[in-house]
């Protein structure tokens, strides 16, 4: 890779992770680093299976079998078995949680408590985010009210990153009425 092999493998991470296209060449991998670098300048996803235009949702893989799964490292199906039979498929925005748990310790800067949770999607794929405006309190003191409640996807800016884009993450939040 040469000397620049740190700044290589940063925005490679970087190329992948915005628009994820699996290849088996550094060549590839570099003029996709260098492509995002000119021509992306709008907010960054943290996840890969976030897509932010024309509006923000999530993306999973289809396998032929039907099977979907959000884990965007996934290279053979867990139903079938099948491998790199996987088609990109947009996922629902709605949800119901199929369990929580109250998060009370976590890295320094990260403010707590917080409620991280597994969504169940329409679709049969399930996805772990954080679960906003729900009382961590509230929930710990009767979880019957946060087990099955009907969520919706929301995205929120976490931050900047190295260049100044903001850093869009997403979570679930109780659904409007």
Sequence with gaps: MGNNSAATAHACVRATSIAPRYTDTEETFV???????????????IVPFLRLHPKPHLVGKKCRCGAIFVDSRAVACAKCGADGQFTETRLSNHGKVYVFSVVHQSFPGIKTPYISAIVDLPEGATVRANLVDVSPEEAEKDPNKVFGMPVEFTTSVAGKDREGHDVIVFSYRPAKA
Excluded at 31 to 45: I, K, V
């Design 31 to 45: 003029d996709m680093a260098q492509e995002t670098q000119t021509t992306d300048q709008g907010p960054r996803p």
